[in-house]
């Protein structure tokens, strides 16, 4: 079993930045690709992320590319995305997300892809 944990959420003002971080324990953390979803209220969940276990990928949505970064430090346990100039679009409980399954690729970037999930960290941006 893996658990993750997301912190790091919170209030913004538009055009302000959050870091999210998500801890792992259990399983080998760095065996896993690693990914942050989102959910709106009455929205699906969608992909903003992936990175896979040695770092050598990532993967981004489109909208979001140039403003949202994610890295990993495997040492730690840690997943991080550092979000940037958020705007009213970017509102969402934000989940972190693994695969044990899939070490790259399209896969990583479906929420189908994944095999373990935390509860989510909420972010609000305000103005």
């Known amino acids: 079993q893996v658990q993750l944990v997301e912190s790091g959420g919170g209030l913004v003002q538009t055009g302000g930045s959050l870091r999210l971080s998500c801890t792992a324990s259990?399983?080998?953390?760095?065996?896993?690709?690693m990914g942050w979803f989102r959910q709106a209220p009455g929205q699906e969940r969608e992909f903003v992320a992936a990175?896979?276990?040695?770092?050598?990928?990532?993967y981004y949505a489109d909208s979001l590319k140039g403003r949202f970064t994610i890295s990993r430090d495997n040492a730690k346990n840690t997943v991080s995305l550092q979000m940037n100039s958020l705007n009213p679009e970017d509102p969402a409980v934000y989940y972190c997300a693994a695969s044990v399954r899939y070490s790259s690729g399209i896969y990583i970037t479906y929420a189908s892809g994944m095999d373990y999930w935390g509860k989510g960290t909420l972010v609000t941006v305000s103005g």
């Open positions: 259990g399983r080998t953390f760095s065996w896993y690709s």
């Open positions: 990175i896979t276990w040695s770092k050598d990928s990532t």
